[in-house]
C-alpha cells in the first residue's frame, strides 16, 4: 500500500523560501493514473489546496492565489515530489499535506500525515 | 473559480441520528464532487469521489448525492467515530484544479 511522507524544516523565517519533499514508499509515483499535489491547513482553519504536479513533470497546476510563488517539481528517481513557496509570511504558517489525486475520480485518496510549517524570525 | 459553500458550519448531533451536509458549487461541477473526514490533528480520509461512489473500505452508513450545483453527503446512523470535521472538495477536470468547502464539523449534541 502507497504511504506518503512529508519533509523539511519546521521553521522557515519570514521571505525566505519553504521547501518541502514528500516520498512515495510501497508504491511508484510514476502512473499516468495519479496527480501528486500539496495541501494546506493554517491552525484551526480549513484545506486549501496549493497545487498539483503529473509524474512526468510535464503538467503542473497551481492554485491561482499561490501561483506567483509555488513552484512544484517531481523526481521520479527519487519516488519523490516537492514543494517551493517563496516570499513566505505568517500567513503561510499551517500544516503542509502532500497526497495522490485519481485523474479518474479526482479526489485524494492517498494523504500524508502532515508536516507543520512555522513562519517566524 | 468555482466557489464551494458548505452548510451548516457546525452541526451537533447525536449517536444514531441521521446527518446530512450540504455543499453548494457557484456554478455547475457536473459530479466532480468529493468528501472527506478529518479529525484533529489528522489528514483528512477520503470518503467518496464523483459524488456519490463511496471509496472502498469506507461504512456503508455515509452516503453521497447530487449533481449541477448542490451536493449533500449523509450519514444515516451516526456513530462515535463519526464526530469529526466534514469538507467537501471539487475537482476541475478540464483545468486541474481543487477547491474544498470551508468545512462542517459535526459535534456532539
Known amino acids: 500500500q502507497l504511504q506518503l511522507q512529508e519533509s523539511g524544516p519546521g521553521l522557515v523565517k519570514p521571505s525566505e523560501t519553504l521547501s518541502l519533499t514528500c516520498t512515495a514508499s510501497g508504491g511508484s509515483i510514476s502512473s499516468s493514473s495519479y496527480y501528486w499535489g500539496w495541501t494546506r491547513q493554517p491552525p484551526g482553519k480549513g484545506l486549501e489546496w496549493i497545487g498539483s504536479?503529473?509524474?512526468?513533470?510535464?503538467?503542473?497546476y497551481y492554485n491561482s492565489s499561490l501561483k506567483s510563488r509555488v513552484t512544484i517539481s517531481v523526481d521520479t528517481s527519487k519516488n519523490q515530489f516537492s514543494l517551493r513557496l517563496s516570499s513566505v509570511t505568517a500567513t503561510d504558517t499551517a500544516v503542509y499535506y502532500c497526497?495522490?489525486?485519481?485523474?479518474?475520480?479526482?479526489?485524494?485518496?492517498?494523504w500524508g500525515q502532515g508536516t507543520m510549517v512555522t513562519v517566524s524570525s | 473559480d468555482i466557489q464551494m459553500t458548505q452548510s451548516p458550519s457546525t452541526l451537533s448531533a447525536s449517536v444514531g441520528d441521521r446527518v446530512t451536509i450540504t455543499c453548494r458549487a457557484s456554478?455547475?461541477?457536473?459530479?466532480?464532487l468529493a468528501w472527506y473526514q478529518q479529525k484533529p490533528g489528522k489528514a483528512p480520509k477520503f470518503l467518496i469521489y464523483k459524488a456519490s461512489s463511496l471509496e472502498s473500505g469506507v461504512p456503508s452508513r455515509f452516503s453521497g448525492s447530487g449533481s449541477g450545483t448542490e451536493f449533500t453527503l449523509t450519514i444515516s446512523s451516526l456513530q462515535p467515530d463519526d464526530f469529526a470535521t466534514y469538507y467537501c472538495q471539487h475537482y476541475n477536470s478540464f483545468s486541474p484544479n481543487w477547491t474544498f468547502g470551508q468545512g462542517t464539523k459535526v459535534e456532539i449534541k
Open positions: 456554478q455547475s461541477i457536473s459530479s466532480w
Open positions: 504536479i503529473y509524474f512526468t513533470g510535464s503538467s503542473t
Open positions: 497526497g495522490r489525486a485519481t485523474i479518474s475520480g479526482g479526489g485524494f485518496d492517498i
